[in-house]
């Protein structure tokens, strides 16, 4: 029997557009619009699955394996006659009443690799893993066996497109090159890639490492520890990200970095989730672009993180340089900011910073944001405003200076905010330059409660 299922989110702002799909004997149909004549490749997380050419009326349809009972989540990348791409991504749920097996509430505990796999050893050396990734063909798996320590010798590993790195359980990489190189994995330029682990806390363990994803399209890095980053700018990040695109940093812990641990510009569709930041000079930096003909990017969602103990900032976009694309469609939500513990000393602190104008479009909600008693002298505002969008629903305790300061245009409501009255305070402050439409806030006269801190996503 053919199972239907619903489409979340079919309506993409992007082309191309999934509008349906049918399952039966365990074969999936997907149908869908695009430019006429745009080559069409389907992609089930970083896997290819199919490929088709829209038809004269914009139309396509691609058949593939696929367990109807499943979850599903495919991308869709376009190419128009013009060589123009366009990228979008659509969840399925099965809904149908009958079915063969039950359906999963949530995906498996421990997940598995995914295709064919390539076996690396515990005392195999950073030539050996070099051979046999090279000898992987596109949806391979490349599978560190866990809970072991393998030395790389100062050898970067070269990646290639459409394959997957695995640590199967906590494997620690040592002797790697430092940041500032190209790291212990070289991934630039590649597209449809994965490093990770099976879950947070069982996966790689970088120290004083990265990864190179510089100009990296359709790719992610989940479920691994980066400890001691000591690089400060763009080329001594955790994950050099240069240029980078539809990328995804997800379920990682960085710690103890005393540079900038992401720090990057030029971006296209990258989201942060579920990332843990402990003591960390300067966590998420999306920077001034070292030439005019560079942006800062556009498209970026920052969300379910967690920041405890920073120097400064801990999201800081801006500015931009005369002549560069400003930055556009940021998304902060529901993340955890602990400033408790400001481990640059006095000075100025700012968990989201927005510097110079250079953010349009930008969303920041539901999020917690804390400080404890300030230092003497310092200039303490939760948010730093600049460019447009709105804030709501954040809940903000006990800056120096003030809550949020902003500039230009933005629409402000249903925030939360508490100050002890130990410092100079003064509220929601103008930048000079700045209007805005405010609403609703709420003065709490008790330290608000903490809240749990935000959930990983299942990956």
């Known amino acids: 029997m053919a199972t239907t299922t619903s489409l979340a989110n079919a309506a993409n702002a992007r082309l191309p557009a999934v509008i349906g799909s049918t399952f039966a004997n365990g074969q999936v149909t997907l149908t869908g619009t ?18 088709a050419t829209a038809g004269d009326d914009g139309t396509w349809t691609v058949t593939g394996t696929a367990n109807p009972n499943a979850f599903h989540a495919y991308g869709v990348v376009a190419t128009d006659l013009a060589g123009n791409k366009t990228w979008s991504a659509s969840d399925y749920v099965p809904t149908a009443t009958t079915h063969d097996t039950p359906v999963p509430d949530t995906p498996p505990d421990v997940p598995t690799p995914a295709g064919p796999t390539t076996q690396v050893l515990p005392g195999d050396s950073g030539a050996a893993i070099q051979s046999k990734l090279d000898a992987l063909q596109p949806g391979g798996t490349l599978v560190f066996t866990g809970n072991t320590t393998y030395d790389f010798q100062n050898t970067t590993i070269t990646g290639k497109s459409g394959i997957t790195v695995w640590a199967d359980g906590t494997v620690n990489i040592v002797n790697a090159p430092g940041a500032g190189t190209n790291g212990a994995f070289d991934f630039s330029g590649k597209s449809h890639w994965t490093i990770r682990g099976r879950a947070p806390g069982e996966g790689f363990v970088f120290d004083r490492s990265s990864i190179n994803a510089t100009g990296a399209s359709h790719w992610a890095v989940g479920n691994s520890t980066f400890n001691n980053q000591a690089s400060n700018g763009y080329d001594g990040s955790a994950i050099r990200m240069n ?217």
């Open 34 to 51: 695009s430019e006429p004549g745009s080559a069409i490749l389907i992609y089930e997380g970083w896997t290819l699955v199919g490929s």
């Open 243 to 459: 240029g980078a695109s539809f990328g995804t940093v997800i379920n990682n812990d960085f710690n103890n970095a005393g540079g900038n641990v992401l720090g990057m510009y030029n971006l296209d569709n990258i989201t942060f989730d579920g990332n843990h930041f402990t003591d960390c000079w300067q966590p998420i930096s999306i920077q001034e672009p070292p030439t005019a003909d560079h942006s800062l990017g556009r498209n970026i969602v920052i969300t379910h993180n967690v920041f405890v103990g920073f120097q400064r900032a801990a999201i800081e976009v801006g500015p931009s340089m005369t002549g560069a694309e400003y930055f556009s469609g940021l998304t902060v939500d529901d993340n955890f900011f602990d400033a408790t513990n400001n481990i640059g000393g006095p000075g100025t602190l700012l968990p989201i910073s927005l510097v110079g104008q250079a953010a349009e479009n930008t969303t920041i909600t539901d999020n917690f944001i804390r400080r404890g008693p300030a230092d003497a002298g310092e200039i303490g505002v939760a948010i730093e405003m600049a460019g447009t969008g709105h804030v709501s629903g954040n809940t903000i305790s006990n800056f120096a200076y003030a809550a949020l300061t902003y500039q230009s245009g933005w629409n402000v409501h249903d925030n939360a905010v508490y100050n002890d009255g130990s410092s100079p305070y003064y509220g929601f402050a103008n930048n000079g330059r700045g209007h805005g439409t405010f609403g609703p806030v709420t003065t709490l006269i008790e330290p608000p409660a903490t809240p749990d801190q935000p959930a990983r996503t299942s990956w």
